[in-house]
T-cell receptor
Framework: KAGVTQTPRYLIKTRGQQVTLSCSPI?????VSWYQQTPGQGLQFLFEYFSETQRNKGNFPGRFSGRQFSNSRSEMNVSTLELGDSALYLC?????????????FGEGSRLTVL | KNQVEQSPQSLIILEGKNCTLQ??????????LRWYKQDTGRGPVSLTIMTFSENTKSNRRYTATLDADTKQSSLHITASQLSDSASYIC??????????FGKGTRLSVIA
């Protein structure tokens, strides 16, 4: 069974640009959650989608948004990029919700903002 | 405020030795506690999930303990191997609110 796939793995953007990251969950998993990981803050929850509905949202500005499609694939978008948005963005899928099921993480998308 | 504190921040041990990582949390109400292993440049991988009623859980050379009264958990690694070098992250779930992550312990196992 294929694992969680995130694309792109690496990307470089400049301040003010926007970026879209993609996550394909494990087949059959309906929950996709997104996390930002930085050396200083560790892992922080961004949002979770379950059956195309946002189930929870972390404490991030509105520049961070996401969506989930009917095939459970998910995208997250960051607009008006800032230097502080440089981070590893991880997505995880779960057969249930992130509260009830085990999380399976992808390898992440490493974003560098110059 | 829901928080998860891990100690030590980093640890260096010799191959073959044992070590114990600590996790203290203030999350309430408590649903479950998870330990993840994250290799450099990779996504975290689940080691164990512990519920309120579980005191000890083992997974190969990893043994996790949970004391829900003192809100403490530990992860004991036996007979460490070079491949154990990674960050170990403690995560606590409270009801249906988002997971609360610790900042991790960076373990380096040297020959």
């Amino acid at each position: 069974k294929a694992g969680v796939t995130q694309t792109p793995r690496y990307l470089i953007k400049t301040r003010g640009q926007q970026v879209t990251l993609s996550c394909s969950p494990i087949s059959g998993h309906r929950s996709v959650s997104w996390y930002q990981q930085t050396p200083g803050q560790g892992l922080q929850f961004l949002f979770e989608y379950f059956s195309e509905t946002q189930r929870n949202k972390g404490n991030f500005p509105g520049r961070f948004s996401g969506r989930q499609f009917s095939n459970s694939r998910s995208e997250m978008n960051v607009s008006t990029l800032e230097l502080g948005d440089s981070a590893l963005y991880l997505c995880a899928s779960s057969p249930g919700t992130s509260s009830t099921g085990e999380l399976f993480f992808g390898e992440g998308s490493r974003l560098t903002v110059l | 405020k829901n928080q998860v504190e891990q100690s030590p921040q980093s640890l260096i041990i010799l191959e073959g030795k044992n070590c114990t990582l600590q996790c203290n949390y203030t999350v309430s109400p408590f649903s479950n506690l998870r330990w993840y292993k994250q290799d450099t440049g990779r996504g975290p991988v689940s080691l164990t999930i512990m519920t309120f009623s579980e005191n000890t859980k083992s997974n190969r050379r990893y043994t996790a303990t949970l004391d829900a009264d003192t809100k403490q958990s530990s992860l004991h690694i036996t007979a460490s191997q070079l491949s154990d070098s990674a960050s170990y992250i403690c995560v606590v779930l409270s009801g249906n609110t988002p997971l609360v992550f610790g900042k991790g312990t960076r373990l380096s196992v040297i020959a």
